[in-house]
Each structure stands twice: as structure tokens, then as C-alpha cells.
């Protein structure tokens, strides 16, 4: 069964910034404590976008996965998408889609979507899935936090 969840949060810096950090992925092992290697293996330009095919490692407690990823960053759409092209999943998209509010701030639509193909695995992560998702946005929060200045309302 796919598991999916999505969600609208707000982060107090400009949507360009949250951007610039959600499409940087060769930087994601510096504040994903989880991702021990991540590599572009392939590396295109479609107009402003940049399309690319990451290979990542994560690693969690004994368990080592390698998967691999196509990967589009549309600065003008504001929207980065994933789609796996291989690994543990069968199914697994994600997609941060970023739009600025009123005050300068970014509004992000987070959707994700994945299946593993071990069962075991794939029960054990959805059992946990809001807990892990939730982690997941705050180290990309945290890190939107140390990187850029905050922009907008408090409230």
C-alpha cells in the first residue's frame, strides 16, 4: 500500500532561499544526519530548470539503503520533484512546491508518497511515518534557519 501525506507549512524566509536549499541536495548530508553519501551521478539544463539523477546512501541504526533519484528544480515554478528511478522503494515521490506569502515569507506544499519493497520495512516506517516526516521538515527548517535571514510576520 502507498503511504502518502501532505501538508502546507509556513518558514519565515523568502521563498527564493527555501528554494535554493530544498534543490541543493549535494548538501543534504551536512544537516540530514541520516544521509551518509549523496552523489549527482547525472546532470542536465531544461530551460531554467536543472534536472539530475542523485544516488544517495542513508543509514539508519544497522540498516545501509542505496537509492537513486531523478530529481527537477524549477526555479521559476518554485517547485522541486523527486521520483525514484531505483532503491529499496517501489514507489517514492516527493515534491516541495514553494509560493510567497504577503510578508515575504514562503508557504510550502509538501507532498510525499512512497512504498518499500520490503513489507516489513514498508510497515514499520508508515507506522512511524508522521514522526519521521516531521523530523525530516525540521532539519530543513533548521537549516533554512542557520543559513538565511528571516523574513515576515511572527504571527
Do not use: C
Not at 510525499?112 to 511515518?129: G, I, P, S, T, Y
Request: aromatic share 10%; charged share 25%.
Amino acid at each position: 500500500m502507498i503511504t502518502r501525506h501532505s501538508e502546507r507549512l509556513r518558514v519565515r524566509h523568502a521563498p527564493s532561499d527555501v528554494f535554493e536549499l530544498v534543490s541543493d541536495v549535494e548538501r543534504y548530508p551536512e544537516f540530514i544526519p541520516y544521509l551518509t553519501t549523496l552523489r549527482i551521478l547525472a546532470q542536465e539544463t531544461r530551460g531554467e530548470s536543472r534536472v539530475f539523477v542523485a544516488e544517495a546512501v542513508a543509514r539508519y541504526r544497522i540498516a545501509r539503503e542505496r537509492f537513486v533519484t531523478r530529481v527537477v528544480a524549477d526555479p521559476t515554478a518554485l517547485r522541486v520533484s523527486v521520483n525514484l528511478v531505483e532503491g529499496p522503494f517501489h514507489v517514492l515521490r516527493n515534491v516541495w512546491q514553494m509560493s510567497e506569502r504577503e510578508d515575504g515569507s514562503t508557504a510550502i506544499d509538501f507532498e510525499l508518497e512512497f512504498q518499500f519493497n520490503n513489507m516489513v520495512l514498508d510497515m514499520l516506517v508508515r507506522a512511524n511515518k508522521q514522526r519521521a516526516v516531521q523530523m525530516m521538515i525540521g532539519l530543513f527548517v533548521s537549516e533554512a534557519d542557520r543559513r538565511y535571514p528571516v523574513v515576515g510576520n511572527a504571527g
